[in-house]
Structures are given as structure tokens and as C-alpha cells.
């Protein structure tokens, strides 16, 4: 397999049809009228390198692959990395650029169960921005590799913040409705 | 002290001269010009409130007080709400709209040494959204009583996840310039 920094990057679109969600609801699925206009804008500050192509290669979410991924920060941007050398973890943010927007209560395929968006990690929400822990295993130049993503390849980059474990680390939260499910 | 809630939402401003950042570079900051296009877009879903008006009350981070927060989440998607009662802990995503966007090197005021916005939490940044993890309270109605934010009256929200002790949690993490600093 060819690293993913040798291949193009993908373009930048909408939804894939027959790949990603449609416009079909399940039952229970729920879908609010989007606001007409934005109310503030986003700079894609970098993509993010990664081993999948196609939305169901993705792992569910991000401890179950090692797989090392590469953030690749806008030249325009790069001096913004100084000192994150210094971090073991980060927090990144990141768009998803091809989930649709206008659920508010869904049916992921592999959950059944309808549940409401903000008590979900899908990316299909009103502001599809992700946020994920990665492990930092180096940098070079305006370049991170990194272990903890479960994104496509391509996928533009929104933040990088360093991962303070007193303010971000909560071992013992728990998320009722997962809970009572793997229980 | 009226409840934030009884008061009534500050209007939606930029940087507030006199009380936020001005345009001046303090030594070793770097500004990069901003591109000339957003490349997506954000909704407001809802605004925070919360006892800060001015950004000099706010705490310096969120463990630093333990005042109660009220999100409040607009009516069109507040039924993404459904099951977040059962979470202990939210991860909350909010738009720092009084900050600047263009440094990618700053000496925050509390720390002197210039770093890298990618190495800081400072609302300063290309695309300012803040995560914060926060205890929940309570839910009433499209209402949520939390713990955790520090983050001025009327913020604009961004999003609300469920926070997962499986992938958001690394408590031996380490943001080494800071360790180095305080040890």
C-alpha cells in the first residue's frame, strides 16, 4: 500500500452518492430545517493524510486502528506549530466535509436505536466539526504523525490544540445510553 | 447576582476595544495573512451563558471555577438533546467571537515566551472554537446546567458530544513546555 502522503489528495466534495448517507430518513430519523445563512466562516488550515479512501474503510472511531496518520499544516500556517513538538497528545479538529447536516435525531446503521445528534459522535450534525485525541509521534516541518484518527484521507483540518490532561482527561465519565448497551 | 439566564444576551461583536486584544504584535508575535475566502460555514445552535461579561473575569481555565454554565440550545435543534441526559460529561464546542485570527505566534500575557497558537489554548487562532469538557447537571427542556466552562456571557455554541472516557481521556498526557514551566 502506498503511503498516503505519495497519493493526490482526493478533492474536496458533498456527499458521495451510493457511498456516503442519503437523503432517505430511517424510522425515527429526524431532520430540522437548516438556517439560511451561516452565521461566521472557517479557514481549512491543513489536510489530514490517512490509509481510507472510502467511507466504509474508516475504522469506527479512532482506538480501534494504529494506523499512523499525517496532518499536513498550510505552509501559511506552519509557524503556528512551534512548541506542540513539546505535547504528547493532541486535541484535532477537523471537517466533515461530506456528511450531511440536517439531522437532529438519527439512526446510525450500527446503533439502530434513533438517538439525538448531540448524544452522538456522527459525524452528520449541524456543524460536522470532529473532534479527536491523537498520540504524537513526531513533526517534521509542517508535518505530524500521529496515531488516533478514524478519518478519510483528505479531510481538511480545522484546529490543533495541545491536550492538557487536567483540564481534558475525565476517567471516569460515562455515557449512559453506550453503557447500558455493551453492558 | 442575577442568574445569567435573567440577563439579557450581549450582542454578537467583534473584538471589543479597551477589553480584548488590539491589533499591536507583542515581541516574537508572528500574524499570517488570513485567506481571502472562508471554506465552510458554521451555524450558531445556541448560545452559553454564564457570570462572566468581561474577559478579564473570565477564569483562566475552566477547572479554576466551579460556577454552574447554562447552554442553551435554539428550538429548531434542541431535540438532538434526546439521550443526553445519560452522559456525565459533555465535550462542548463554542465560537470565541471576539478573538482575533491571525497570529500564529503570540505571547499570551500570562506566559511571556512567544509558542506557537497550535501549542496554546488562547482563543487566539486561525478558526477559534473551543472544546471544553464539562459535568452536566442537569437538562430542562433545550437547557443544559454544566461545570467547566470559563467562557464569556453569550457565546456563541457550536456543537455537544457525548464524551467518551475510552477515547477522550489520557490522563498521563503532557504538554511538555507547560510541565517545564510550573515544575
Redesign the interface.
Known sequence: MSSPSDRPLPPLSGPVPGEDEDDRLRPGE?A????ER????????GRIRTPWTRRGDCPR???QSDAVCTIE?DE????????????????V?Y?M?RARRDL??QAPRHYGE????????SPV???P?A???V?LLGVEGPRLSVVGLDCLDGT?L?????????????????????A?RTA
Chains 1, 2 share one sequence.
Do not use: M
Not at 430540522?32 to 438556517?35: C, G, Q, V
Not at 501559511?76 to 486535541?91: K, M, N, P
Open positions: 429526524v430540522a430545517p437548516l438556517p451561516f452565521d461566521a466562516g472557517l479557514f481549512y488550515i472511531n479512532a482506538r499544516v501559511r500556517f506552519a509557524a503556528g506549530l512551534t512548541g506542540v513538538e513539546s505535547c504528547t497528545h493532541l486535541l479538529l471537517w466535509h437532529v435525531v434513533p438517538r439525538g445528534t448531540f448524544a452522538l459522535r450534525r449541524p456543524n466539526v473532534a479527536s485525541v498520540k481538511p480545522v484546529d490543533i490544540k495541545p491536550y492538557f490532561a487536567s483540564t481534558d482527561a475525565v476517567g471516569d465519565a460515562v455515557v449512559g445510553w453506550h447500558a
